[in-house]
């Protein structure tokens, strides 16, 4: 023990034969500080494995084959198969001894075989169609079966829709940025499974205040200063909120403390007046499938929980796929909308530079903070206003979608069926 170190006891002793001092009004204790719990957003606060009734993306397109692949989405355990082009989803668990499917393969053309005993599955429907060691008379055979779900292909994934009971799915066109729906563009990205709940990663995504402080040290934004601080509302439109900056401030003087910039003598100086487009100010250029969108911000948000970034000349986006309740897939995606020969640059410049840069170091100090946040408890400032309102929206359209399915709650239905 150092000399300035002392035991509790002497402590104790210590501040015994110190003089008396004035009372001093207790100070609450760190986890009794602010909001508690999540109770103001019902619905949010029970979707640490997701949201159901949404499509998610589970994988690249290219990475799914003839041979089963395990995945888990919203806490549920699925494999993935290709068969004559098509791909195809199960619940990865075979009702006889529990054997994952993934573990097996292919004997018929359209079914899926469990690696222990030969019981093969229907790929389309999850039925039992054979069970190969005990013969073609075995007396399960069309009995029973394994929970399918509805799989999509598109920007290059594979979509897998977690129902809330036993409805149809909504087209996935629907749920996807409508320019990425009715434009030509070329796209890059990567499928980085972290640690961390879905909604830590997604309110991230979204939150005002953090970029212009942890970012200031990622190497994508070495040349170009972030502001200091903003003033920011919320603006609604269609299915999306917006984050509009009304106020940009690249400096600030802290009484007391003293004065604190985000700018440096190698950087790009700032622009004056406010922008909302990017994070590091005005640019004379913006691609016109960009302008024509006539985006209120740059940043907007919307269910089940898919951020768009809109820069002048590129957009960004980020996918926050729940896998259980500490655990989500980051799916993040640069968007440019070329043609021709111009892909082949943007090509160029996203394996050389960007993926390593924006989505290795930019995003990772984003895991970095996802993994270590542990709210509620929390205390909210002004900058938050971003967090609550995506909150709000999520409240709203989540009870929206469970009205139109007939449910009060999402079902927890069995993986295993009956026929």
């Keep these: 023990m150092t000399t300035s170190e002392q035991s509790p006891a002497a402590a104790r002793k210590t501040a015994a034969k110190a003089p008396a001092k004035a009372e001093k009004a207790p100070r609450a204790s760190a986890d009794k500080i602010g909001r508690q719990d999540w109770s103001s957003w019902p619905h949010y606060d029970k979707a640490a494995s997701g949201f159901r009734g949404y499509w998610y993306p589970v994988t690249w397109a290219s990475h799914i084959t003839g041979d089963p692949k395990p995945f888990t989405l919203c806490g549920e355990k699925i494999t993935l198969i290709r068969d004559s082009g098509k791909v195809y989803a199960l619940h990865n668990r075979c009702p006889h001894r529990g054997v ?3 573990e097996g393969n292919q004997q018929f053309p359209g079914t899926v075989s469990c690696p222990y005993h030969g019981w093969t599955f229907d790929l389309p429907t999850g039925n039992l169609s054979a069970v190969i060691t005990d013969g073609p008379g075995c007396r ?26 036993e409805e149809e799915p909504h087209p996935i066109d629907e749920q996807l940025p409508e320019e990425l729906v009715s434009n030509a563009f070329v796209m890059g990205g990567r499928f980085d499974p972290r640690g961390g709940n879905w909604r830590f990663a997604c309110e991230n995504g979204f939150d005002e205040g953090h970029a212009k402080y942890l970012h200031r040290t990622a190497l994508w934004r070495l040349f170009k200063p972030m502001p200091t601080w903003n003033i920011t509302r919320i603006v609604p439109k269609d299915r999306w909120i917006y984050r509009v900056q009304d106020e940009v401030y690249w400096d600030a ?5 003293g004065r604190w910039t985000n700018k440096r003598w190698w950087m790009k100086q700032p622009p004056e007046g406010t922008f909302n487009l990017g994070n590091t100010g005005a640019t004379d250029k913006v691609d016109p499938v960009i302008e024509s969108q006539d985006f209120p911000g740059f940043a907007s948000l919307s269910m089940p929980g898919m951020l768009r970034i809109a820069y002048p000349n590129f ?3 980020e996918f926050y796929v729940p896998i259980d309740e500490d655990n989500h897939m980051y799916v993040g995606v640069m968007v440019n909308f070329k043609q021709g020969w111009d892909t082949l640059r943007f090509y160029g410049k996203y394996l050389g530079a960007i993926r390593w840069l924006f989505h290795g170091q930019f995003s990772g100090q984003d895991a970095w903070m996802v993994d270590v946040t542990d709210a509620p408890p929390e205390k909210l400032y002004r900058p938050d206003v971003s967090l609550t309102a995506w909150r709000n929206l999520s409240e709203e359209e989540y009870a929206k979608k469970l009205a139109a399915a007939g449910v009060t709650e ?9 026929a």
Excluded at 140 to 165: C, F, Q
Excluded at 410 to 418: K, S
């Design 140 to 165: 399960l055979t069309g009995k029973l079966g394994v929970r399918t779900y509805a799989v999509e292909e598109r920007l290059g994934m594979v979509w897998v829709y977690m129902p809330i009971a």
């Design 315 to 317: 957009m960004h986006y």
């Design 410 to 418: 999402p079902t927890t239905d069995t993986t295993e069926t009956e």
């Design 253 to 257: 003087d802290f009484p007391g403390v």
């Design 100 to 102: 994952p499917l993934s």
